[in-house]
């Protein structure tokens, strides 16, 4: 691969990445990644083979080249109960067969950074995400000195929401990484300890409303023939041919 220059108005367009990308695929990722990857990862990526994947190219190179992959990025899809972020989504995304999906790479040539492309590869997923209707969040990890990568992640509205000690080892060193998520389709973190009080109290006082209700409603139906509550809060029996009871009454209900 030459290293492409860069038109004074690069057109960049996206498309998916397919088997005639398999070589520069495959360059890329070993110039831009310190980790290396076996060969059956490219070939699941370009076969689409449980990989979803998007190449950016300038259709603007001369020379044949205006679709060379100038920009990648693939991901997968993976259950959300199975995940290593199953304590970050809710209690229905948990329990059922709710999914993630979990970005694998994502890079781009030196000469095409700070145009753009990266962050427009990662809309590409979360687009792709939000069409799935079972989909919660997408999610990510980046190695703790990546700041490039971090910064782009915090100004896309991605949420860093675990540091993970020693997740990458790279030639004998321990790296650190952050995870990065980002919800779609109504997902959301489980409450806060807050919201968490919050609804315990709304739901007792539901229920403490409700029993006194029906207390109140059974105690009604027993003297419902014998008396009525007046305003003056006294009970007068309306037994006939018996001396008249003063029976004191407690607020609307009669007790």
């Given at each position: 691969?030459?290293?492409?220059?860069?038109?004074?108005?690069?057109?960049?367009?996206?498309?998916?990445?397919?088997?005639?990308?398999?070589?520069?695929?495959?360059?890329?990722?070993?110039?831009?990644?310190?980790?290396?990857?076996?060969?059956?990862?490219?070939?699941?990526?370009?076969?689409?083979?449980?990989?979803?994947?998007?190449?950016?190219?300038?259709?603007?190179?001369?020379?044949?080249?205006?679709?060379?992959?100038?920009?990648?990025?693939?991901?997968?899809?993976?259950?959300?109960?199975?995940?290593?972020?199953?304590?970050?989504?809710?209690?229905?995304?948990?329990k059922s067969d709710q999914t993630l999906v979990y970005v694998l790479t994502l890079g781009v040539v030196e000469a095409y950074r700070s145009l753009g492309v990266a962050s427009s590869l990662i809309?590409?997923?979360?687009?792709?995400?939000?069409?799935?209707?079972?989909?919660?969040?997408?999610?990510?990890?980046?190695?703790?000195?990546?700041?490039?990568?971090?910064?782009?992640?915090?100004?896309?509205?991605?949420?860093?929401?675990?540091?993970?000690?020693?997740?990458?080892?790279?030639?004998?060193?321990?790296?650190?990484?952050?995870?990065?998520?980002?919800?779609?389709?109504?997902?959301?973190?489980?409450?806060?300890?807050?919201?968490?009080?919050?609804?315990?109290?709304?739901?007792?006082?539901?229920?403490?409303?409700?029993?006194?209700?029906?207390?109140?409603?059974?105690?009604?139906?027993?003297?419902?023939?014998?008396?009525?509550?007046?305003?003056?809060?006294?009970?007068?029996?309306?037994?006939?041919?018996?001396?008249?009871?003063?029976?004191?009454?407690?607020?609307?209900?009669?007790?």
């Open positions: 691969m030459v290293k492409p220059k860069v038109s004074t108005q690069p057109k960049i367009c996206y498309r998916p990445i397919r088997p005639s990308d398999l070589d520069i695929l495959e360059h890329i990722h070993g110039r831009l990644f310190p980790i290396r990857y076996e060969s059956t990862f490219f070939h699941d990526v370009v076969n689409g083979r449980d990989i979803v994947s998007w190449g950016a190219v300038d259709s603007s190179r001369p020379d044949g080249q205006s679709d060379e992959l100038i920009g990648f990025v693939t991901a997968r899809i993976v259950l959300a109960k199975e995940s290593e972020i199953v304590d970050m989504l809710g209690y229905d995304s948990a809309r590409e997923v979360i687009k792709y995400a939000s069409s799935i209707p079972t989909c919660r969040a997408v999610y990510l990890h980046v190695i703790s000195y990546n700041n490039p990568a971090i910064n782009l992640y915090k100004k896309m509205s991605f949420k860093c929401v675990r540091r993970l000690q020693g997740f990458y080892l790279i030639n004998g060193q321990h790296y650190d990484s952050f995870l990065f998520l980002y919800y779609v389709n109504g997902g959301r973190s489980p409450c806060s300890p807050l919201e968490l009080l919050t609804a315990i109290v709304s739901y007792m006082r539901c229920g403490f409303k409700s029993v006194a209700a029906r207390l109140c409603k059974n105690g009604g139906r027993k003297i419902t023939r014998r008396a009525k509550c007046k305003e003056s809060h006294f009970l007068v029996s309306a037994t006939p041919n018996k001396r008249n009871m003063a029976v004191e009454c407690s607020g609307y209900e009669c007790v």
